[in-house]
């Protein structure tokens, strides 16, 4: 959600006369369509548009209603959220096999780190239940005996427990655009690499092969573009001449958990913002928290050791100190 608006998710076969129905039943209620985004991917049409109500002439529960006849006789899915809907956000959470990412996710919530509710844990193999049933938190298996995912059973199990936010916890499975796009920035995923480099599979591997000495790890939002959503955080870390992939794998994986765990913070503080594939602070967020108490990237620590000057000035071959150098150089 962005501010006070409202957010309005469009999802169902691509077809003519989607947006111009949807605009239209706005329009005639009183409201100001602020923001307006659509893509298809195999078929698939998708809409997020968000709106200013405050002027408009119904109900929320009338403008919810309508949209819910209107998405009928269009054959999508329409959902509304507005900015009361609910002060407790819900998270989902998903799994594979590997804990590490999950059990941080757990004792942050036991914690209470988390102005949020751990909802339920959803996997496609059953390994991780015992852990999530010590937190008494439900665990469901989507996965068939090849872990092959039931998309149409998570589709109804985040309905069922009214998910605001997922969380890919080392989730080894790609989601497909009927449930990315219903979820538009509201799905995290955490992948071992410093994104962009690296994505798909084996991604310690890729950057032993590469012979690296910088690795990291990638907390972002999730599209249906493999690994290429807006970064929320990363990590990194130096990897010695002699590492293996697994000792680069032991010393990534706290940080994975590092990582996803003030992406979902962020989140839930409605800190950060998406815009045409990229994230920054919100200038004014809801959250009390300033901007100085984010870790985006490296820590502050770090800062004394990165060099800041001389910066070669290109007309005249001079180092010249950073603030001297003029917005724009004309080579």
Same mark, same amino acid.
């Given at each position: 959600?962005?501010?006070?608006?409202? /957010?309005?998710?469009?999802?169902?076969?691509?077809k003519?006369?989607?947006?111009?129905?949807?605009?239209?039943?706005?329009?005639?209620?009183?409201?100001?369509?602020?923001?307006?985004?659509?893509?298809?991917?195999?078929?698939?049409?998708?809409?997020?548009?968000?709106?200013?109500?405050?002027?408009?002439?119904?109900?929320?529960?009338?403008?919810?209603?309508?949209?819910?006849?209107l *998405?009928?006789?269009?054959?999508?899915?329409?959902?509304?959220r507005?900015?009361?809907?609910? $002060?407790?956000?819900?998270?989902? !959470?998903?799994?594979?096999?590997?804990?590490?990412?999950?059990?941080?996710?757990?004792?942050?919530?036991a914690?209470?780190e988390?102005?949020?509710?751990?909802?339920?844990?959803?996997?496609?193999?059953?390994?991780?239940?015992?852990?999530?049933?010590?937190?008494?938190?439900?665990?469901?298996?989507? *996965?068939?005996? @090849?872990?092959?995912?039931?998309?149409?059973?998570?589709l109804?199990?985040?309905?069922?427990?009214?998910?605001?936010?997922?969380?890919?916890?080392?989730?080894?499975?790609?989601?497909?655009?009927?449930?990315?796009?219903?979820?538009?920035?509201?799905?995290?995923?955490?992948?071992?690499?410093?994104?962009? @480099?690296f994505?798909?599979?084996?991604?310690?591997?890729?950057?032993?092969?590469?012979? !690296?000495?910088?690795?990291? !790890?990638?907390?972002?939002?999730?599209?249906?573009?493999?690994?290429?959503?807006?970064?929320?955080?990363?990590?990194?870390?130096?990897?010695?001449?002699?590492?293996?992939? $697994?000792?680069?794998?032991?010393?990534?994986?706290?940080? /994975?958990?590092?990582?996803?765990?003030?992406?979902?913070?962020?989140?839930l503080?409605?800190?950060?913002?998406?815009?045409?594939?990229?994230?920054?602070?919100? @200038?004014?967020?809801?959250?009390?928290?300033?901007?100085s108490?984010?870790?985006?990237?490296?820590?502050e620590?770090l800062?004394?050791?990165?060099?800041?000057?001389?910066?070669?000035?290109?007309?005249?071959?001079v180092?010249?100190?950073?603030?001297?150098i003029?917005?724009? !150089?004309?080579?």
């Open positions: 959600m962005t501010g006070k608006l409202a /957010e309005i998710t469009v999802v169902g076969d691509d003519t006369g989607i947006v111009a129905n949807i605009t239209t039943l706005l329009f005639e209620r009183g409201i100001n369509i602020v923001d307006i985004d659509q893509a298809i991917r195999e078929g698939m049409f998708r809409m997020t548009l968000r709106a200013d109500t405050d002027e408009m002439v119904c109900t929320e529960s009338t403008l919810r209603d309508a949209l819910t006849e *998405g009928e006789d269009l054959e999508v899915d329409i959902q509304i507005f900015p009361t809907d609910r $002060e407790t956000k819900r998270i989902a !959470v998903f799994v594979t096999k590997e804990s590490h990412c999950l059990r941080a996710i757990l004792e942050a919530h914690t209470d988390f102005d949020a509710e751990l909802s339920v844990v959803i996997g496609n193999h059953d390994d991780l239940e015992p852990l999530v049933t010590q937190y008494e938190i439900p665990f469901i298996d989507i *996965g068939d005996e @090849s872990g092959i995912p039931d998309e149409d059973q998570i109804s199990v985040l309905d069922e427990y009214q998910i605001d936010l997922a969380v890919l916890a080392r989730y080894m499975r790609i989601l497909s655009p009927k449930i990315v796009f219903r979820y538009e920035d509201r799905i995290i995923n955490v992948h071992p690499s410093l994104l962009p @480099s994505p798909g599979a084996a991604a310690y591997r890729q950057a032993k092969e590469e012979g !690296v000495r910088i690795a990291g !790890v990638t907390a972002h939002y999730v599209t249906t573009d493999l690994d290429q959503g807006p970064i929320i955080t990363q990590r990194a870390f130096d990897v010695p001449d002699d590492a293996s992939v $697994e000792t680069i794998r032991n010393r990534g994986q706290p940080l /994975e958990a590092d990582a996803l765990l003030e992406a979902i913070q962020l989140h503080d409605n800190a950060i913002s998406v815009h045409r594939g990229r994230t920054g602070l919100h @200038s004014s967020s809801d959250s009390s928290a300033s901007e108490e984010y870790q985006l990237g490296l820590p620590d800062e004394t050791v990165q060099p800041d000057n001389p910066i070669d000035d290109h007309k005249n071959g180092d010249t100190p950073a603030e001297s003029p917005d724009v !150089v004309n080579d």
